[in-house]
Each structure stands twice: as structure tokens, then as C-alpha cells.
């Protein structure tokens, strides 16, 4: 039987030290690496997968899966020394989750070369580049995603891009130019960590758009804020990633639209996640939650065996808390994707 409190214990594997669940576990012998951000500016999020992980496997008190986590930090510097020590310790391990588009870029390579399964969880921008990985990509890509917002944004003729300098950004502004020809006028970068000195106020007054995409992440609320002290009115539209609960509580936040998986909130998942934090999850915990639901099946079935591993998610179809989840053959998830709007304090269905 799996037990587990997010905040307390170590598991000690040879000279690795962990940090994971507290464990008590009956057959469960297969290991499978998380990294995943516990310091840094998405901390936040990071957090919030790991309460996800949590629940799913109380929900399988007899899942195989021995979890062996790690920060993957808010930067590739952290996930590049914490993919090091993890490798280096347990190069057996079958699977690795990896938790956002650094880490799994990061992550990639040696992955690929090892024939290691690695499911990619909020990671919209990776750079596969090998057609015989081993990749589970949960987090549909820009690809799929940018559609739905480019649609929305059509109607506008002066669009400013504004985002974290990181992979996530900069992958997306170059999917949405090439859907909006000739519309996005402006497109820069702030500094994750020190928002308000490197976000150029100057620069997007003078451009006068008439919406602001904010490419932001846990950051987006403090965006928000900055923006409109500064007397800029534009309205704003953001990405599912820039999705938190404490957006409700901003009030220059109101009227936000932004992309968001069309979650099936009727299940469960949601009232356990609430009833032991108190607060509700966002697609960040969905997406937790069912990617380690799934990976507990593949593995029951599996074992630790990579191919077979793979092999399982191949168009493979799948109902839980992101509503229908459909993999192709390449190990890549779908599914529909809405909008929000934030209204009133609270997170509303976007309709126009």
C-alpha cells in the first residue's frame, strides 16, 4: 500500500538522497524518476503535481511504482545537475516524468539514446528531433493549442507578444507569427525572476497594441499587476500555462482570457483535491493526475520494461480528469482545448 505526505521524508537510494512521498509500499519495485520544480518561480505548479501525484497513487494503493523525486528547478541549470545525479545513480530506471519545457528538453537526448520512457508532463516545447524515442508527450503541443488562440486573436490587427525568456516563449511566439502573419508588432522578454526591472513598459506603450498575449507563467499575475500600474489598459490574453488560483484574487486580473484543456470536473479528482487542500486544482494537477493514473496501469502490466512501456500508450484512449485523452501512434496526447475568462474572482467558460 502506498502512503504519502508531499512535505516530509527522504528516500535514500545508494548516495542519492530524494526527496519524495513518504512510503510504505507492498510490491512496488519499479522505479520511475520524477523531476519536478520545487524551487524557483513555478514552484507553485510544481507543487501542484506533486499533490496530483500524490492522490493518483492513493487511488492505486497496489501500483508497482517506487517514485524517486527531484527538484528540476525553474531553469535548465538545476534540471541539468539533478538529470545528472539522478542517472548517474539509478541508469536503470525505466521511465523518467519530466515537468516542464526545459526539464524535458534537458531530459531528451540521453533519454532518446537510452531508450528510456519519458512522459512529458507541461511541456508544450520540446525539441524532439529522433522518430525512435521513447517520448509520451501528455502536454498537447503549441501545434495543437495554438489554433484555438490564434483563432480568438484574429480580429485584432496590433498584437503584442510578451513572455519569459525560456523555451515555452519563444517556441510559441513562433508558431503564433506564422498563424498571424503581419499582426504581432511587438515581442519581449522579461526575466522570470526580477519581472518588474526587466519588463519594458516603455516599449509597450510606445507600440500601442491593441491586445497583449502574456506568455507567462506563475509570473502572470505579477505581469498583470505591473502592467496596469503602469497604466497600460490593453486587454490581456494568456496561455493555459498562466492558469493559478491566485489570478482570482488579483482584481487587475478580470477580464483575462486564456486557453485551458476543457477539464471533465465531474470527476472525483477534483473533490479529493479540494477536500485535502483546499483550494482547486488547475489543468496542472489534472494532467498530474491522470498521467500517473495511466503510468500506474502501464507499469502493472509491464513492469519495468521500457518497450512494453511505450508500446502501452501507442493509440491508446483514455477518460479521466482532461475529459478524453487520445494518444496517436508516436505517444502523443489530445485533447479539446476551451477558454476561460476570469470574472468576477472566480474562472469562468469563455463564450463570445
Not at 17 to 31: A, E, L
Not at 251 to 267: C, E, K, V, Y
Request: hydrophobic share 35%; aromatic share 10%; with cysteine.
Amino acid at each position: 500500500m502506498v502512503t504519502a505526505d508531499i512535505s516530509e521524508n527522504l528516500v535514500q537510494t545508494g548516495n542519492l538522497s530524494i526527496d519524495t512521498p513518504s512510503v510504505q509500499i507492498q510490491n512496488s519495485d519499479v522505479p520511475i524518476g520524477i523531476l519536478v520544480m520545487k524551487s524557483g518561480f513555478v514552484a507553485d505548479i510544481g507543487e501542484e503535481y506533486l499533490r496530483a501525484f500524490e492522490l493518483a497513487l492513493n487511488n492505486s494503493p497496489d501500483s508497482p511504482i517506487r517514485p524517486m523525486i527531484m527538484d528540476g528547478g525553474s531553469e535548465p541549470t538545476k534540471a541539468i545537475s539533478s538529470w545528472k545525479e539522478m542517472k548517474e545513480s539509478k541508469p536503470e530506471i525505466p521511465t523518467v516524468i519530466t515537468v516542464a519545457s526545459w526539464t524535458s528538453n534537458v531530459v531528451y537526448p540521453e533519454a532518446s539514446d537510452m531508450g528510456i520512457v519519458q512522459v512529458a508532463l507541461g511541456s508544450a516545447a520540446i525539441n524532439q528531433s529522433s522518430s525512435s524515442d521513447r517520448l509520451i508527450r501528455f502536454t498537447p503541443g503549441v501545434a495543437q493549442e495554438s489554433p484555438v488562440l490564434a483563432s480568438y486573436l484574429n480580429k485584432f490587427d496590433r498584437i503584442a507578444v510578451i513572455g519569459g525568456d525560456n523555451d515555452y516563449s519563444n517556441g510559441y511566439f513562433s508558431t503564433l507569427d506564422a498563424l498571424l502573419p503581419g499582426k504581432i508588432i511587438l515581442n519581449i522578454r522579461y526575466n522570470q525572476d526580477s519581472v518588474e526591472t526587466t519588463l519594458n513598459y516603455s516599449e509597450i506603450i510606445e507600440s500601442n497594441p491593441d491586445v497583449i498575449v502574456l506568455l507567462s507563467v506563475s509570473e502572470g499575475g505579477e505581469v498583470i499587476r505591473l502592467l496596469r500600474e503602469h497604466n497600460i489598459t490593453t486587454p490581456f490574453v494568456g496561455t493555459r500555462v498562466i492558469e493559478r488560483n491566485s489570478l482570482t484574487e488579483i482584481n487587475s486580473a478580470d477580464g483575462l482570457i486564456f486557453t485551458s484543456p476543457a477539464l471533465n470536473t465531474s470527476h472525483p479528482f477534483f473533490n479529493q483535491y479540494f477536500e485535502k487542500y483546499g483550494e482547486n486544482s488547475t489543468f496542472y494537477g489534472a494532467e498530474g493526475y491522470d498521467a500517473m493514473s495511466m503510468l500506474s496501469s502501464a507499469v502493472s502490466e509491464c513492469g519495468d520494461s521500457s518497450k512494453c512501456l511505450y508500446s502501452w500508450f501507442e493509440n491508446r484512449t483514455y477518460n479521466g480528469t482532461l475529459g478524453r485523452v487520445v494518444f496517436d501512434d508516436m505517444g502523443v496526447a489530445s485533447y479539446p482545448i476551451a477558454m476561460k475568462i476570469v470574472k468576477d474572482g472566480k474562472f469562468e467558460e469563455y463564450r463570445e
